[in-house]
């Protein structure tokens, strides 16, 4: 303090200290023998997580440094993975994707143990949700394939997530990344199965998450009959349950049916109540998917004003949050909503168009690409630019191979029909 290096802030014992510059603390640190090193990040650890609980829990990524630099490894892997698990609830995906990462990769450095093999299965489907909610599909799904081969429910018994999903349940959310990858009956079968398993457990965060996931997958595909099913029971076990953020996202999910089939007041009505209620629960994940839902209501009322607000809103939170699973269908939405509008702007809608294609393109999300080719179709078509929009569709809807039962594939087929 008396070179000026050092400042005092408060009066001892609640004084806090600070460099002058980080350069001078990087110098000061770096003259730490390795011994004394770990034992003062072991001594910062301890007081965190033993007098400083609170700082514990908003912060654990602190705790997580802190063991990891005194080598407690098995103990850093549990707070990066709280860390992570936490930065992911609060939308701070890259945050949370970095931080489970450095989780497995520490894993990876251990010898395997029973436990440690939990573990690793338990980081690899939250690392996978991670990778997906970011739009990084490939190698989400390299990631629940891995947690699947490795788990041995014979040997592992019934394993269950931080929040509180049995793992075979958990990888349904699988089935998301496989629609989006370009194959919708497959995606449908796990998120049936899904289903199936989550019954099988008895447990109630199980079947809430897997009804969830099962009722996205149709609406997907498009069948909106089997979405309200599952919606319908997924409501209905949340409010007999007391859960309120999955009845919030049951609700959502039936604005999101409403929106797409033509019931527009309703659309507006549900996804409002559905998202306000999920947002009084701290949560703000799909909120980018509902509100571009909510812009096709508005914009089926002739609302463009507030058709625009949700839709720029949606475009806003994919970017500041990363949430880059739906930032192609919110863009493409956004691109027919601009058609709707009072005064249509086709050059503005078709550059929204380019953008969903070039982004499903780079995440080689087909489905989105497929939805994105004939938003682009449809607007060259009625601009008489009939070939065109044909050789833009075709060798997307000539890449599937299955799935051809499902509403996007019959449109694509019909619209391509159409263009011949």
């Known amino acids: 303090m008396t070179a000026g290096l050092l400042f005092r802030q408060g009066a001892p014992p609640h004084a806090t200290y600070l460099f002058k510059h980080a350069l001078v603390r990087d110098a000061a640190y770096g003259t730490l023998l390795r011994d004394p090193r770990h034992a003062l990040h072991a001594s910062i650890a301890d007081a965190l997580e033993n007098q400083f609980t609170e700082i514990a829990q908003s912060q654990p990524e602190l705790l997580a440094h802190h063991f990891t ?21 609060r939308s701070a995906l890259l945050e949370g994707t970095e931080q489970l990462k450095r989780a497995l990769d520490q894993n990876a450095t ?39 081969a490795i788990h041995n429910p014979a040997e592992h018994g019934q394993l269950t997530t931080r929040s509180g999903r049995d793992i075979r349940v958990a990888l349904a959310s699988r089935s998301a990344c496989v629609w989006l990858l370009g194959y919708p009956a497959a995606s449908r079968n796990d998120a049936e199965r899904g289903v199936k398993n989550a019954r099988e457990t008895g447990q109630a965060t199980s079947l809430f998450s897997a009804l969830h996931q099962a009722s996205y997958n149709y609406i997907m595909c498009g069948n909106y009959t089997a979405a309200n099913t599952q919606v319908d029971e997924l409501i209905a076990l949340a409010d ?144 008489g630019k009939r070939a065109e929009a044909r050789d833009l569709l075709a060798p997307v809807y000539a890449w599937f191979t299955e799935g051809f039962d499902t509403l996007d594939l019959k449109e694509a087929k019909a619209l391509l029909e159409e263009l011949a």
């Open 69 to 89: 630099q005194t080598g407690m490894t098995e103990t850093a892997i549990e707070w990066w993975r709280t860390a992570g698990q936490r930065s992911l609830a």
């Open 110 to 148: 251990l010898p395997v143990t029973p436990d440690l093999r939990h573990e690793e299965i338990k980081l690899h489907v939250a690392f996978a949700n991670a990778l997906a909610l970011t739009g990084d599909f490939v190698d989400g799904i390299e990631h629940y394939d891995r947690a699947l």
């Open 240 to 383: 007999e349950g007391g859960a309120t953020y999955w009845k919030a996202l049951g609700t959502a999910h039936r604005g999101s049916v409403f929106a797409l089939t033509g019931k527009a007041s309703d659309a507006v009505r549900t996804i409002t109540s559905g998202t306000t209620s999920h947002r009084s629960t701290g949560a703000t994940l799909y909120e980018p998917y509902y509100l571009s839902h909510l812009a096709i209501a508005y914009a089926e009322l002739c609302q463009p004003d507030d058709a625009r607000r949700c839709i720029g809103d949606a475009i806003d939170k994919v970017e500041m949050s990363k949430e880059k699973w739906c930032e192609a269908e919110v863009h493409r939405i956004a691109g027919e909503v601009e058609l709707k509008s009072l005064a249509p702007d086709p050059e503005k809608a078709e550059a929204y168009f380019d953008h969903a294609l070039a982004v499903a393109r780079q995440q080689q999300a087909k489905s989105w690409e497929l939805r994105a080719a004939m938003s682009m179709a449809r607007l060259w078509r009625d601009q």
